[in-house]
Structure formats: structure tokens, C-alpha cells
């Protein structure tokens, strides 16, 4: 939910522990601008508008089934990215009827994107705004461990639910619309043996769509797993997921596309059993652990109302997971519906189980190939294919290894994990040791603190009313003399 990115301007220390723990309380703070909220604000405008460009060809050629896919794949994701909007601002029971006109206009992300920059621009001239609430961290510098404070006004916690809402759309429009509208436009192009200018345009947004989306996956994951430390990414460790995560979903969406254009209607197959594997997979799991389905997704829901709406979650899990990593897993009886822990396991048996699908998906392409691949060199394209697949993997590896913000909080790294597997007898040895060796490169501190943009501002663990401040202090302390 980190929805306000905050700026560290000047700040006096409030408190000094004596093993040098330090609350630094920050009175003032300066709101960055709203970079996500434009960003897919811009990616939603320039596909919908490049996909009904492309419908109008489709229909001055007749071309019906094109057509109709295209149509489909446009208003799905503008439709739900409206209602998502709309729920997770509650104006159903808000006096807004021209907000909700424009939602029906399907311009819901246009006038969030201008609501969410005139909060941006007013704050910046508002002075000493009063604070609504104080939101706490965790920050580690120098191998010491203290204690964050931030006054969030009432500009950043409205700004905060803006950036939230459209980082959630982001991943809506990209694996409900994004997605399979780059692989139907992929597939028509190869059976029809030419590119139109307009389906390269639709091509080429909804690629960066998809794999911004990803990106979003990615960091959400991270700062709702890590959500007791504030960390901010360096670029090197965007270039890196940029780099992993566009090969990922390249190489995908082709392998399933050149699939398709030889066993037509066994792709269908291959889809359906990936989607109603991951779909049923975190239910199966739930049931399993025989726990009860969580209240605080919306309180005004009742058990069906709430199972629908988990069902919903399933399906866009499901829908990520078809074609890339989706970073995440599920656990319906959490309050954020999202397991903390990191299953370095299931990372690998996703990954080698993918790896292995995109080969045989190849492979059988490859044996029933049409006279069409006669003037492109089969053999090579398969090559690449799998090779551009395996450098997704290396840039994973490497981000995981170099890169990710908080790896000096991981019990076990890549560089362990490759140790372990190499050295196998030895493994227990090596694990009675572990102590007693110095901290190797793999989980030396690569922490980059800055001041927080709060992560829950009306949750529990990271607000609190200005009036119990000495209380939530004092318990804060005590939580962490305990870990």
C-alpha cells in the first residue's frame, strides 16, 4: 500500500537508546510527484486509443473475428479498472455523480490523475499542515537498528490512496487486457503473413504495459513483505527487473503464439490447465491448512460477498501466473491476503516447471510446424527462444544476489542456495559453521533508507491518532527490544 513517497527534509532526534536506537520524528515532509499515477494513466489512455484505431481498420476490412477479440480485450480491463476505482475509493456512498459519469465514460483513471495532481500541487502550498497521523519504521544504517517517525498529513494520506489504486489498476490493465491483447495481435500478424503500422503500436504498448505491471508485482511484494523497514530501490535494480522481466514475458507470449499457429486448438488446452491450476492452487492450500477465510477485506461484505471478491484476487493471480512470476502467494486467512514469507522452493519449481513448458511448447512447434517458417530459420528461432528465457533467469538470479533492497534480511541467498546444491555432502558442515564465518558478499547490507511513505496510513501497525502517541512510542520500543 506504500502510497506516498516522502522526502527526508529537516528533522530533530526525539529519542536516543542507549545501544543506538534512534526515533528520528520529522515534522515536515515534501511530497514527490505522483510519477505512477501518470505513468498508468498514460499506458491505459494510449491503449485503449491504439486498440480502437486498430478495431476501425479490423472493420473497414471485415476482419470479424479480429474484431471481436480486440473489442473484447479493450473494455474487459477498462471495465474492471473502473470498478476497482470505484471500490477502493468508496464513491458509491459519496455525492459524486459527475465522478461517476466519467466512470461510465470508462475516464475513471483520467479524472483520478487530475484529482491526484491538484492534491500534489496544493500541498506544495499549504504551509504547516496539521498531521492526521504518525507512521513508524523500522531503518537500519551502519548495522544499527532504530525507530522512524512521520507526520503524514491529511495531503499525503489522500495522495497515498491515488497511488495505491493505480498501482492495483496497473496490474489489472496488464495481465486482463495487456496480455492477451499482445498475444492475439502477435498471433493475427503471423497468419496473415504482414504487420500493420497500427498493430505494432498496440503490440509495442501493451509489451511495456505487461511489463510494467510486472515491475509493480514485484515492488509490491517486496514492500508488503518488508513492510517493517522503508527501503528504496536503486536503478541498477530497476534496469535489472526491467531486463528479467520483459525477456520473461517476451518469451512467453512468442512460445505461446508459435504454439498456437501450428496446434491451434490445443493452446486452448495449455492455457485452461495453467489458469485453473494457479486459480485453484492458494484455495487448495487454504482448505488444507483448514483456516478461516479473513473479515478485513471489506467489513460491509458478507461471507459470499467476501469469497466473490477473493475469487476475483484468485483469477488476476491466476491470469499473472500464466505468464510470468507473479512474486507473490496467497493466504486468504491474512489480513493482506499475501504471505510473508519467501519461498525460495516454489520460486525455483515455478521457474524450472516454466522452463520445461516452454520447451516441449517449442519443440512440438517446431515438429508441426506450417510451410510459413520455410523462409525463417526454425532451429535458431527455438535457440533464442530458449536462450533469451535462460537470460531472464541469469537478470533473476542477479537481482535476487546484487540487487534486491533488503537481502541482508534473507536467511538463505542465491549465492548459498548454489553453494548448498554443489556441495551437498558437505552441507551440514557448512551449515554448523555458518555463525562463526564472517558475513560473505551475498548478505552484506545493500539498504538504501529513506523517510517513509506510509504503508497502511489507516492500519494499526503503522498510524496511530496524535493523542496516543506516548503509548504507541512506548509500545514500539518494546517490540523491538523483543525481536
Given at each position: 500500500?506504500?502510497?506516498?513517497?516522502?522526502?527526508?527534509?529537516?528533522?530533530?532526534?526525539?529519542?536516543?537508546?542507549?545501544?543506538?536506537?534512534?526515533?528520528?520524528?520529522?515534522?515536515?515532509?515534501?511530497?514527490?510527484?505522483?510519477?505512477?499515477?501518470?505513468?498508468?494513466?498514460?499506458?491505459?489512455?494510449?491503449?485503449?486509443?491504439?486498440?480502437?484505431?486498430?478495431?476501425?481498420?479490423?472493420?473497414?476490412?471485415?476482419?470479424?473475428?479480429?474484431?471481436?477479440?480486440?473489442?473484447?480485450?479493450?473494455?474487459?480491463?477498462?471495465?474492471?479498472?473502473?470498478?476497482?476505482?470505484?471500490?477502493?475509493?468508496?464513491?458509491?456512498?459519496?455525492?459524486?455523480?459527475?465522478?461517476?459519469?466519467?466512470?461510465?465514460?470508462?475516464?475513471?483513471?483520467?479524472?483520478?490523475?487530475?484529482?491526484?495532481?491538484?492534491?500534489?500541487?496544493?500541498?506544495?502550498?499549504?504551509?504547516?499542515?496539521?498531521?492526521?497521523?504518525?507512521?513508524?519504521?523500522?531503518?537500519?544504517?551502519?548495522?544499527?537498528?532504530?525507530?522512524?517517525?512521520?507526520?503524514?498529513?491529511?495531503?499525503?494520506?489522500?495522495?497515498?490512496?491515488?497511488?495505491?489504486?493505480?498501482?492495483?489498476?496497473?496490474?489489472?490493465?496488464?495481465?486482463?487486457?495487456?496480455?492477451?491483447?499482445?498475444?492475439?495481435?502477435?498471433?493475427?500478424?503471423?497468419?496473415?503473413?504482414?504487420?500493420?503500422?497500427?498493430?505494432?503500436?498496440?503490440?509495442?504498448?501493451?509489451?511495456?504495459?505487461?511489463?510494467?505491471?510486472?515491475?509493480?508485482?514485484?515492488?509490491?511484494?517486496?514492500?508488503?513483505?518488508?513492510?517493517?523497514?522503508?527501503?528504496?530501490?536503486?536503478?541498477?535494480?530497476?534496469?535489472?527487473?526491467?531486463?528479467?522481466?520483459?525477456?520473461?514475458?517476451?518469451?512467453?507470449?512468442?512460445?505461446?503464439?508459435?504454439?498456437?499457429?501450428?496446434?491451434?486448438?490445443?493452446?486452448?488446452?495449455?492455457?485452461?490447465?495453467?489458469?485453473?491450476?494457479?486459480?485453484?492452487?492458494?484455495?487448495?492450500?487454504?482448505?488444507?491448512?483448514?483456516?478461516?477465510?479473513?473479515?478485513?477485506?471489506?467489513?460491509?461484505?458478507?461471507?459470499?460477498?467476501?469469497?466473490?471478491?477473493?475469487?476475483?484476487?484468485?483469477l488476476l493471480y491466476a491470469c499473472i501466473n500464466v505468464f510470468c512470476w507473479s512474486a507473490v502467494q496467497l493466504d486468504f486467512s491474512h489480513r493482506e491476503l499475501i504471505e510473508r514469507k519467501q519461498q525460495w522452493?516454489?520460486?525455483?519449481?515455478?521457474?524450472?516447471?516454466?522452463?520445461?513448458?516452454?520447451?516441449?511448447?517449442?519443440?512440438?512447434?517446431?515438429?508441426?510446424?506450417?510451410?510459413?517458417?520455410?523462409?525463417?530459420?526454425?532451429?535458431?528461432?527455438?535457440?533464442?527462444?530458449?536462450?533469451?528465457?535462460?537470460?531472464?533467469?541469469?537478470?533473476?538470479?542477479?537481482?535476487?544476489?546484487?540487487?534486491?533492497?533488503?537481502?541482508?534480511?534473507?536467511?538463505?541467498?542465491?549465492?548459498?542456495?548454489?553453494?548448498?546444491?554443489?556441495?551437498?555432502?558437505?552441507?551440514?558442515?557448512?551449515?554448523?559453521?555458518?555463525?562463526?564465518?564472517?558475513?560473505?558478499?551475498?548478505?552484506?547490507?545493500?539498504?538504501?533508507?529513506?523517510?517513509?511513505?506510509?504503508?497502511?496510513?489507516?492500519?494499526?501497525?503503522?498510524?496511530?491518532?496524535?493523542?496516543?502517541?506516548?503509548?504507541?512510542?512506548?509500545?514500539?520500543?518494546?517490540?523491538?527490544?523483543?525481536?
Amino acid at each position: 500500500m506504500h502510497g506516498v513517497t516522502v522526502e527526508e527534509p529537516e528533522g530533530e532526534l526525539s529519542d536516543v537508546d542507549p545501544r543506538g536506537s534512534v526515533t528520528l520524528a520529522v515534522n515536515r515532509s515534501r511530497i514527490r510527484p505522483p510519477f505512477s499515477v501518470l505513468l498508468a494513466t498514460a499506458l491505459y489512455c494510449a491503449e485503449f486509443v491504439a486498440a480502437a484505431v486498430l478495431c476501425s481498420l479490423y472493420r473497414k476490412t471485415d476482419d470479424v473475428i479480429w474484431l471481436g477479440f480486440t473489442v473484447a480485450f479493450m473494455l474487459l480491463p477498462a471495465l474492471l479498472i473502473q470498478l476497482a476505482l470505484t471500490f477502493i475509493h468508496r464513491d458509491l456512498g459519496r455525492d459524486r455523480p459527475m465522478v461517476l459519469f466519467l466512470h461510465l465514460l470508462l475516464l475513471g483513471p483520467v479524472i483520478r490523475c487530475f484529482e491526484a495532481l491538484v492534491i500534489f500541487i496544493k500541498a506544495g502550498k499549504i504551509e504547516n499542515e496539521p498531521y492526521v497521523t504518525i507512521s513508524r519504521q523500522k531503518s537500519l544504517k551502519k548495522g544499527q537498528e532504530g525507530l522512524m517517525e512521520w507526520e503524514i498529513g491529511r495531503s499525503e494520506r489522500n495522495l497515498a490512496t491515488h497511488r495505491d489504486a493505480f498501482k492495483r489498476t496497473a496490474v489489472i490493465q496488464a495481465f486482463l487486457g495487456s496480455a492477451p491483447q499482445l498475444t492475439l495481435q502477435l498471433y493475427a500478424s503471423i497468419q496473415e503473413k504482414y504487420l500493420l503500422p497500427a498493430r505494432l503500436a498496440v503490440m509495442i504498448i501493451t509489451l511495456i504495459s505487461i511489463t510494467y505491471g510486472a515491475l509493480v508485482c514485484s515492488t509490491l511484494a517486496i514492500q508488503i513483505r518488508y513492510d517493517d523497514y522503508k527501503v528504496r530501490m536503486r536503478p541498477m535494480a530497476y534496469l535489472c527487473m526491467i531486463v528479467w522481466r520483459g525477456l520473461e514475458i517476451a518469451t512467453r507470449i512468442t512460445t505461446l503464439v508459435l504454439f498456437s499457429t501450428a496446434l491451434t486448438y490445443w493452446v486452448i488446452l495449455v492455457g485452461m490447465v495453467n489458469l485453473l491450476f494457479f486459480f485453484f492452487l492458494p484455495w487448495a492450500e487454504f482448505w488444507a491448512r483448514k483456516g478461516s477465510l479473513t473479515q478485513d477485506v471489506e467489513k460491509n461484505f458478507s461471507k459470499l460477498g467476501t469469497t466473490v471478491v477473493l475469487s476475483m484476487f484468485t483469477l488476476l493471480y491466476a491470469c499473472i501466473n500464466v505468464f510470468c512470476w507473479s512474486a507473490v502467494q496467497l493466504d486468504f486467512s491474512h489480513r493482506e491476503l499475501i504471505e510473508r514469507k519467501q519461498q525460495w522452493g516454489r520460486l525455483a519449481a515455478y521457474y524450472a516447471a516454466r522452463f520445461l513448458e516452454n520447451f516441449l511448447l517449442i519443440g512440438l512447434w517446431y515438429l508441426f510446424k506450417s510451410d510459413f517458417y520455410e523462409y525463417v530459420c526454425a532451429p535458431l528461432l527455438a535457440v533464442q527462444l530458449l536462450i533469451l528465457y535462460g537470460l531472464a533467469l541469469l537478470f533473476m538470479l542477479l537481482f535476487y544476489q546484487f540487487c534486491h533492497p533488503c537481502r541482508r534480511l534473507f536467511k538463505y541467498n542465491v549465492h548459498d542456495c548454489l553453494h548448498c546444491f554443489c556441495c551437498r555432502p558437505g552441507r551440514g558442515a557448512a551449515s554448523r559453521s555458518r555463525g562463526k564465518l564472517p558475513h560473505s558478499y551475498s548478505t552484506a547490507a545493500t539498504m538504501v533508507l529513506m523517510p517513509e511513505e506510509p504503508l497502511e496510513l489507516l492500519g494499526p501497525r503503522h498510524s496511530q491518532p496524535v493523542g496516543s502517541r506516548g503509548e504507541r512510542e512506548m509500545d514500539v520500543v518494546d517490540m523491538t527490544e523483543a525481536a
